[in-house]
């Protein structure tokens, strides 16, 4: 049966004639989640809401999963026809009693422009679906011929396929080339336009999808011609004087009959080592007829031999797949490797003693270079940037917030004037993403977790060079000295500037205009690297200073929460520092001290100055932790702060999850009373984690939330393994090694690596300064597997722009340094 599936499949893609048989699909049924249902369509109407911070995240509104894929989003009345990121989007409602069997309504708004509407969507026989829009009054005259019902498909799924408006033929381009207005607007033409139907990819049964339309014209739009992260657009424009079913669509996915999801069988892309537990997850379609067994073949030169079978284990289900477990732990001779199954083999793999042994070097060598501030950066014949931000930077003004998430109050907490140039911010630090910025709560996390890494695991590692008077990098070129120190000096730089100009931590450093944020390429053309001076007249230079206002603005609020986590970061890197620059060992240590002491009786400011899910109201207290333990090891157990971290016990206790890494790195420092205290909240951590990791079957944390959760796997291994130090009768290594497998390709949706370049399959098309090339940075981590409500896991693998999957952030990549030289410790412990 599975052999005649799978020929029926393939006959369909070759031959396209699942057209014919798609009159008898199934007709989709309403799920207890309120989705639309049937086996390979998934229709997910406002699960998701659009972002009230960075507004249009290409997960909202209506959405189409067909043949496993999310091919279609943001389903919604929108203002514009090819809307980019920071456009309006609607506020929604409420979710409202259907009108007919299987329908689901939904009410939303645009407040500002006093439109109101319903959206309304049900199953229709014979498969497919009916959008129905109701507005509550019929549009204001302004927006007639602006506002209509918007349709974004995802570009990768239909490059170089075709489409038809009507009976009119047309291409979906793979690069954006036009038309556009002439009216200097920046907005696109359609690409097609004036029939009541159209059909994507009629060649391709597998993301053919057809839209009626009962009154309204249809247009299709390529949006990236507005911004590379734009979709391909159908819309139909909203009639004047209209009201009820203003726009009516019927919309036809292709569903090939029979389909099921071909099985994903994931393991860790780097390999095993040969002592280590091998155990490789497979997920499933519920549908689909799985075999019992699964194989793992040799790979010689004289091809695959069969070496080991065994059964696949049920693991439960998750989300919306079962999953399967394949156990070959008992193979320990090295070699090359691959997993056969369902009549499928996967890529390679090695087992061999030295598998993890370089698994953190391109994030070392490559990724923490090219997100170096204020440095050119150079790789043999490519410049991944000049020096950037030598214009770095002027005062923000009071009380805006950003299109970032940085606010600033009526307070700057600041000795300069709004738009004043602020001399000394030019130096060091780390661009925390693709959008350039300094966040200094993440700059801090560099900072620490490579001491710790330095200090644990050792990390003597020289390819790069390092040359902060010339501002010159060059990667694979030792100079004498571990890059891991270089990079510690570096991150101190921007910290100690920040306390030497302030007296404090500052919020960050970011891009004054969306035009600016949006930039994408080399970092050194972002700026003009001049000072501004209103003086100076248009275009005029003079002195090292130009009338260009595109400096960065400073967000210069106080708060307690960074300045722990800056002191903290500081004292680590005291330690660091002290032989390699005693003179910088000093004044980190000094500056350290005092933000300490000033902040040991703080509460919470009113805001945390970045829209970053409460890092100050909810991490206060852990940041006093984490500052007393990392003073209280650099000046090997002063009594000030072994006597604060005994009174912050309680803090440890109602947090020890995260606390756990720093209130264990202080046993050597505490009395035996502290070390009891510490076993028996590991030993309760141990219950609850089992509990929490029982509920999936990766045996790590998996984010819910609008950001995916490699760095909260790559903390929750560096931890756990912090606990299997101090206590190994209580915690064993195998937390770690599940947060590596994760991190490296055992996680859901696809079996990528998600750090670039690492592994034999990885991340190869990240959200990074290069994005708008479809490429990557080698070494960077991204984010990982999503989960769109109400649960399908999604890790698109040739999208880049979807950051909440795709987005290298620099704290996370060395969360992954620490996790990985954890994880390589583990595996020692058992060769």
């Not at 083999?345 to 003693?353: G, H, K, V």
């Not at 919470?604 to 409460?614: L, T």
């Not at 016990?649 to 070390?675: H, K, N, Q, T, W």
């Amino acid at each position: 049966m599975l052999k005649a599936r799978r020929l029926l499949n393939a006959t369909c893609a070759t031959l396209a004639l699942c057209s014919a048989v798609s009159l008898h699909a199934q007709t989709l049924e309403v799920s207890p989640e309120e989705t639309l249902e049937t086996q390979g369509l998934s229709v997910i109407v406002e699960q998701n809401p659009f972002s009230p911070i960075f507004f249009d995240e290409k997960n909202a509104g209506i959405q189409i999963i067909l043949h496993g894929e999310r091919i279609a989003t943001d389903g919604e009345v929108r203002l514009d026809p090819t809307p980019e990121q920071w456009a309006p989007v609607p506020t929604f409602g409420e979710r409202l009693p259907g009108g007919a069997p299987g329908e689901i309504a939904v009410s939303s708004s645009y407040p500002d422009v006093n439109l109101s509407y319903r959206v309304k969507v049900s199953p229709e026989e014979g498969g497919g679906f009916r959008i129905a829009v109701d507005l509550d009054e019929p549009l204001p005259p302004e927006l007639a011929g602006k506002a209509g019902f918007n349709l974004d498909f995802l570009p990768t799924a239909y490059f170089g396929k075709t489409y038809l408006m009507g009976d009119q033929p047309g291409l979906f381009p793979r690069n954006p080339s036009g038309p556009m207005e002439t009216d200097g607007s920046g907005n696109p033409k359609p690409l097609a336009e004036g029939a009541r139907a159209i059909t994507l990819s009629p060649e391709d049964p597998m993301t053919r999808v057809t839209i009626t339309s009962d009154a309204a014209p249809l247009a299709l739009y390529d949006a990236r011609n507005r911004a590379q992260n734009g979709w391909f657009v159908v819309r139909s424009l909203i009639p004047a004087g209209a009201r009820e079913n203003a726009v009516v669509w019927h919309v036809r996915p292709n569903v090939i009959p029979g389909w099921t999801r071909p099985p994903v069988v994931s393991f860790n892309q780097a390999g095993y080592t040969p002592n280590r537990s091998k155990v490789a997850l497979i997920e499933l379609d519920p549908a689909f007829e799985a075999p019992d067994e699964a194989v793992l073949v040799k790979l010689t030169a004289a091809g695959e031999q069969p070496v080991f079978t065994a059964p696949v284990r049920p693991r439960g289900k998750f989300l919306r797949y079962d999953y399967a477990a394949f156990d070959f732990s008992s193979v320990r001779e090295p070699g090359i490797y691959a997993i056969s199954y369902a009549g499928e083999t996967t890529n390679p793999f090695p087992i061999a003693a030295d598998a993890y042994d370089r698994i953190w070097q391109p994030s070392l060598d490559t990724f923490l270079p090219v997100q170096m501030d204020h440095v050119a950066v150079r790789e043999q014949y490519r410049v991944w940037q000049s020096a950037p931000h030598l214009d770095d930077a002027r005062q923000a003004p009071p009380n805006i917030t950003h299109f970032d998430g940085y606010r600033m109050g009526a307070e700057l907490d600041s000795p300069f004037q709004p738009g004043e140039h602020i001399a000394g911010l030019d130096v060091g630090g780390f661009q925390d993403a693709g959008d350039f910025d300094i966040q200094t709560p993440q700059n801090a996390a560099v900072v620490r977790d490579l001491v710790w890494t330095r200090e644990l695991f050792g990390l003597d590692w020289d390819e790069t060079s390092v040359d902060q008077a010339s501002r010159e990098v060059e990667i694979r070129k030792p100079d004498g000295v571990p890059d891991a120190l270089q990079q510690i000096r570096h991150g101190v730089l921007q910290l100690l500037a920040q306390y030497k100009v302030f007296g404090h931590s500052i919020v960050g450093i970011i891009d004054p205009t969306l035009q600016q944020y949006t930039h994408l390429g080399d970092a050194g053309s972002q700026t003009d690297g001049l000072l501004y001076d209103a003086s100076l007249g248009e275009n005029v230079v003079e002195g090292g200073r130009s009338d260009k206002q595109d400096d960065r603005w400073a967000f210069t609020t106080r708060y307690p929460t960074n300045d722990l986590a800056v002191s903290g970061a500081l004292a680590a890197a005291s330690r660091a520092m002290a032989k390699f620059d005693p003179a910088m060992s000093a004044e980190a240590l000094a500056a350290a001290k005092a933000l300490w002491a000033e902040q040991q009786d703080a509460d919470v400011n009113s805001s945390d100055g970045r829209d970053d899910g409460g890092f100050q109201a909810r991490f206060l207290d852990l940041a006093k932790v984490s500052a007393t333990v990392e003073l209280m090891i650099t000046t090997e157990g002063d009594p000030v702060y072994t006597a604060r971290l005994a009174e912050l016990i309680p803090a440890i206790e109602s947090d020890f999850d995260r606390a756990s890494g720093a209130a264990v790195r202080a046993l050597p420092y505490m009395d035996a009373a502290y070390r009891a205290r510490i076993k028996a909240l590991a030993r309760e951590a141990k219950t609850r984690v089992d509990a929490e990791m029982a509920a999936n079957p990766f045996g790590v944390p998996v984010s819910r939330g609008a950001w995916a959760g490699s760095g909260q796997v790559a903390d929750f291994g560096a931890r756990m393994y912090l606990l299997h130090q101090a206590f190994p009768d209580v915690i064993g290594p195998e937390y770690t090694l599940h947060a590596l497998d994760y991190m490296l390709g055992r996680h859901p949706a696809n079996n990528l690596s998600l750090v670039s370049a690492v592994g034999t399959r990885s991340k190869l098309i990240g959200y990074g300064h290069n994005r708008a090339d479809y490429s990557f940075i080698p070494g960077g981590m991204v984010p990982g597997v999503i989960v769109i409500k109400p649960g399908f896991p999604e890790l698109k693998t040739d999208w880049p722009f979807l950051w909440f999957e795709n987005e290298y952030t620099v704290a996370t990549t060395t969360a992954y340094i620490l996790a990985a030289k954890a994880a390589i410790a583990a595996t020692e412990e058992g060769s």
